[in-house]
Nanobody, 115 residues
């Protein structure tokens, strides 16, 4: 079971970025998927969650107007579209897959917002 995040990097304030999460050796379609982030010296924060079917999403109030979570089950992928980036969005972003008591984490992808 492996989750691999990609798409991170350096983006200027106000810019956009799309993170991807790919699953290998298992099928994502029955899992609730989430994105977390953790900035240096801060606690881990839940950013967004999407139901297994993709029909229900929940996004943290702090980023609600700037982030969209989506999934493509046939492709075994989950995405996090981030717009209007702010310096405080700088963090390591992690993808998770949850089903019952099982929770799997990816290794994370770094997003840095800076001019």
């Amino acid at each position: 079971v492996q989750l691999v995040e990609s798409g991170g990097g350096l983006v200027q304030p106000g810019g956009s970025l799309r993170l991807s999460c790919a699953a290998s050796e298992f099928t994502l379609s029955r899992y609730v998927m989430s994105w977390y982030r953790q900035a240096p010296g801060k606690e881990r924060e839940l950013v967004a969650t999407i139901s297994s079917s993709g029909t229900s999403t929940n996004v943290a109030d702090s980023v609600k107007d700037r982030i969209t979570i989506s999934r493509d089950n046939p492709k075994n992928m989950v995405y996090l579209q981030m717009n209007s980036r702010k310096p405080e969005d700088t963090a390591m972003y992690y993808c998770t897959a949850a089903w019952g008591y099982q929770v799997y984490w990816g290794q994370g992808t770094q997003v840095t917002v800076s001019s």
